[in-house]
């Protein structure tokens, strides 16, 4: 392994990157740096959060950009407002002995003015969010007619969060002859068609395999009854208590709920969702910086972004909807060259998504125990002991305190007095688990259960694929009106303007007068019981039946067609993905992209639907599973 002091450095970032702890590259930084110190390509770099990216581009970058020449000479776009401000910072840091250049970071939820003003006192390097900086420029605030560099960090994250236009447009405003670095943990099509049409027959370079999870994370997940996700939850954290996690869930609202639960039930946690302001969001995040929170429950987009390095784990309290979220939340654990743990709560349903995530991921899932009661308290019990055995007495401080509590205490052996002192911390947790429950489940006696069909009623609704509805959406809907967890839901068939659902039969009129009032696309939602469906014991699809193809169930649509597909226990299930779309995961062969991709061309499509209300636009182009 090479050193710092041997990649072509020069000696002042040198000094600030031994004053910042850096010993040795990480390989992504032995890899980059020389490259970009040698001008001569563009590169893509493809390689998981928390490798030391920013060092691998900003060190170099900082070397080549000349102090003297009061113009912007590069831009940094990242998705968030966090990570932009981290790669400002940073980049400060590493500039430490070089008091001439100026970094600017420019971002939403700022005041734009103040930000305009540093621009024009001149910016060597702007670290920018997409957004805000088109409008900067589209207001003629920033100039990128000098720009040598341009560097797309997380590009993946920015075009999923629907940042393709102002991405473009940024890119557009600078000039053909600049050099571009782009990084992403993955690399589906639409960042290919970027870096066909903007680079200049880019060189790849890859830390770890194409679209896998990072290599210091393992994975374990959990078979569970969807009425139990929560105590499930309590269980893992309480397994575990020296846990600094995030805590994934699908939608704002289960997040807050997940959030308060915690809370109420005296954990250390808060949540992390779109509805917060600009203000709470910092208030959170610098919390959970500090430790003075332990867990943190996020949606997936309010966590983009997100740089903490010694998380110990990531908690999927549902399962993403797409496969590439879920590398982009086990990467967020496991940072830095430490180990983390991945932890999943799944149904007997999503057992075979479980398979699909292995070959994304490139690793083998573990499936886990659900602690019992007792062994939860025998890992609390010890973990206090160690804490009792390595905790630093403050001599000088509690010695005039100490006379009174030996003679107070006196009366009792050491032995009395070691019970009692570990009863104080440990009784509540005895209390608790007392007559605690085996929250594992019978797979074979469950998998029989679910095939029967007998207690369902097929439901008419007057949404289709046309509003944007695909199972997963359509389930966090479900979430998000019946707020009934344990809500069992059948077969989905869906339509280009309708869908039919199979319901728990004894929840139909609840399930009916939660979606009154609702709308979609400002026309409201119809459900009704759908008596011919019933007799039928299935949906009638017509002409679509012949669209679809045979023996579809089980299968997200195919384009033009309806799709059918099987769910189990509760409305926030996914779906049997047998039939998915399992293309990305299953080469483990480094593929050279972008000469086949040149070769395809650029005429490949892809369909856009309604982000995640988390204020991040639209998704485009989002994968199927």
């Not at 009623?457 to 967890?485: C, E, Q, V």
Request: glycine letters at 8%.
């Amino acid at each position: 392994m090479k050193k710092f002091d041997e990649l072509g450095l020069q000696e002042n970032i040198l000094k600030a990157v031994n004053e910042l702890g850096f010993e040795n590259p990480m390989p992504v930084q032995e890899a980059l740096i020389p490259r970009i110190l040698d001008n001569n390509s563009d590169l893509v770099g493809l390689a998981q959060t928390g490798t030391g990216k920013t060092a691998a581009f900003g060190l170099p970058l900082l070397q080549m950009v000349d102090p003297q020449l009061n113009k912007t000479q590069a831009i940094i776009l990242s998705p968030t407002r966090e990570l932009c401000v981290q790669i400002a910072n940073d980049i400060r840091s590493f500039a430490k002995y070089m008091p001439g250049i100026r970094v600017t970071p420019i971002y939403g939820g700022a005041g734009f003015e103040a930000q305009a003003k540093e621009l024009k006192a001149g910016s060597h390097i702007i670290a920018a969010t997409p957004g805000r900086m088109l409008d900067m420029i589209m207001r003629k605030k920033a100039d990128l007619s000098e720009i040598r560099w341009l560097v797309l960090d997380e590009a993946d994250e920015m075009l999923n969060m629907g940042f393709e236009e102002e991405v473009r447009g940024i890119i557009e405003s600078t000039p053909e002859e600049r050099h571009t670095f782009l990084f992403s943990a993955t690399m589906p099509k639409e960042v290919e068609q970027i870096a066909l049409q903007y680079m200049h027959k880019p060189e790849t370079i890859s830390v770890g395999q194409r679209n896998k999870g990072a290599v210091n994370v393992k994975h374990n997940y959990y078979v569970a009854h969807a009425k139990d996700r929560y105590n499930i939850l309590k269980r893992i954290c309480d397994y575990h208590p020296e846990m600094y996690a995030i805590i994934f869930c699908r939608t704002r609202q289960e997040t807050q709920e997940i959030a308060e639960s915690l809370i109420r039930d005296g954990y250390s946690a808060d949540s992390l969702h779109g509805d917060l302001s600009q203000a709470q969001r910092d208030h959170v995040m610098n919390k959970f910086r500090q430790k003075h929170l332990s867990m943190l429950v996020a949606t997936d987009v309010a966590a983009r972004g997100i740089d903490v390095d010694d998380l110990t784990h990531v908690i999927n309290y549902n399962l993403p909807d797409e496969p590439d979220n879920y590398i982009h939340r086990s990467g967020r654990t496991g940072r830095a060259g430490k180990t983390g743990v991945c932890i999943s709560i799944v149904n007997l349903k999503e057992k075979s998504r479980i398979r699909q995530l292995e070959k994304q991921v490139g690793k083998e899932f573990n499936q886990s125990k659900i602690p019992s009661g007792t062994q939860v308290c025998e890992k609390q019990l010890y973990h206090l002991i160690d804490r009792m055995e390595n905790v630093v007495v403050n001599e000088e401080e509690i010695m005039p305190f100490l006379p009174v509590i030996f003679k107070k205490l006196q009366w009792l052996s050491n032995e009395e007095l070691i019970k009692r002192f570990v009863s104080v911390e440990f009784n509540r947790f005895l209390e608790y688990y007392r007559n605690a429950g085996d929250l594992n489940v019978d797979e074979s006696r469950e998998s029989n259960s679910y095939s029967s069909r007998e207690n369902f009623t097929w439901l008419f609704m007057s949404i289709g694929r046309k509003d944007g509805i695909l199972p997963p959406k359509l389930l966090g809907l479900i979430n998000d009106y019946t707020r009934k967890r344990d809500l069992r839901i059948g077969k989905i068939d869906i339509g280009d303007t309708f869908t039919f659902i199979e319901v728990d039969s004894d929840f139909v009129k609840q399930f009916i007068e939660s979606f009154n009032g609702k709308f979609i696309n400002d026309r409201p939602i119809r459900v009704d019981v759908s008596e011919e469906q019933n007799r039928k014991g299935r949906p009638s699809r017509g002409r679509n039946d012949r669209d679809s193809g045979s023996g579809n169930s089980g299968r997200f649509p195919r384009r033009g067609g309806s799709s059918s597909s099987s769910y189990g226990r509760g409305g926030d299930s996914r779906s049997d993905s047998r039939g998915g779309d399992s293309r990305r995961g299953s080469d483990n062969k480094e593929e050279k992209w972008y000469d086949a991709a040149r070769g395809k061309g650029k005429s490949s499509t892809s369909t856009s639907s309604d982000a995640p209300k988390d204020g991040t636009g639209r998704l485009k182009g989002k994968k199927k599973w």
